[in-house]
């Protein structure tokens, strides 16, 4: 069975820092992997997804993930958090049916 | 890049009425449509699966008489929800898959059943 496991429900980090939020997977079969954003009542944005061509991916607004097979993981970073990425991230997992992770909130302090 | 326009974006609605959402691909045919419910505070929950031309796949639990799910053409999905109850209040977001664009978000109906 697929599932998708973001392993914080609430990231807090002081504007400047670096963010860390932790996704791993669990597949019988090579995933598709997506990292979207969520703002207070608007839809999902996507930042960024992994199809099998790179295993580092770059995203929009700075944000990057590494896929590691061999860990099973999908983490993404930022090096440098602004307020403005403070928002409700999720771990999206699949091809053509889709595994929400239930979502990481990021809060930024000034 | 792909873009989903999803209307309307909040609706306040009397119990016992319908209210239908709109999700239409721009620019690109979506022959599959994926429709979710988030309760606040809480992740995204699949309601139903659209192709186009063909009946609805609702997930376990999901009363297919009460969500009304349409996808009549490659561009445009539709879920009504009938007879609504304050208990149906919800963030409703459509998402198109495509094999070049992925998965596309709709940006949402913030639904208020009064």
């Known amino acids: 069975a697929q599932s998708v496991t973001q392993l914080d429900s609430h990231v807090s980090v002081s504007e400047g820092t670096p963010v860390l939020l932790r996704c791993n997977y669990s597949?019988?079969?090579?995933?598709?992997l997506f990292w979207y954003v969520q703002h207070p009542n608007k839809g999902l944005q996507l930042l960024l997804k992994?199809?099998?061509?790179?295993?580092l991916v770059k995203g929009i607004n700075g944000f990057e993930a590494e896929f590691k097979k061999s860990e099973t993981s999908f983490h993404l970073t930022k090096p440098s958090a602004h307020m403005s990425d403070a928002a409700e991230y999720f771990c999206?997992?699949?091809?053509?049916?889709?595994?929400f992770g239930t979502g990481t909130k990021l809060q930024v302090i000034p | 890049g792909a873009v989903v326009s999803q209307h309307p974006s909040w609706v306040i609605c009397k119990s016992g009425t319908s209210v239908k959402i709109e999700c239409r691909s721009l620019?690109?045919?979506?022959?599959?449509m994926f429709w979710y419910r988030q309760f606040p505070k809480q992740s995204l929950m699949l309601m139903a699966t659209?192709?186009?031309?063909?009946?609805?796949?609702?997930e376990q639990g999901v009363e297919k008489d009460k969500f009304l799910i349409n996808h009549a053409s490659l561009t445009l999905s539709t879920l009504t929800v009938t007879s609504a109850h304050p208990e149906d209040s919800s963030f409703y977001i459509c998402?198109?898959?495509?094999?070049?664009?992925?998965?596309?978000f709709g940006s949402g109906t913030r639904l208020t059943v009064v």
């Open positions: 999206v997992m699949g091809y053509q049916k889709v595994t």
């Open positions: 597949s019988s079969y090579s995933p598709s």
């Open positions: 992994y199809t099998s061509a790179a295993t």
């Open positions: 620019d690109f045919q979506a022959t599959t």
């Open positions: 659209s192709n186009e031309g063909s009946k609805a796949t609702y």
């Open positions: 998402s198109s898959w495509d094999e070049s664009y992925g998965y596309t």
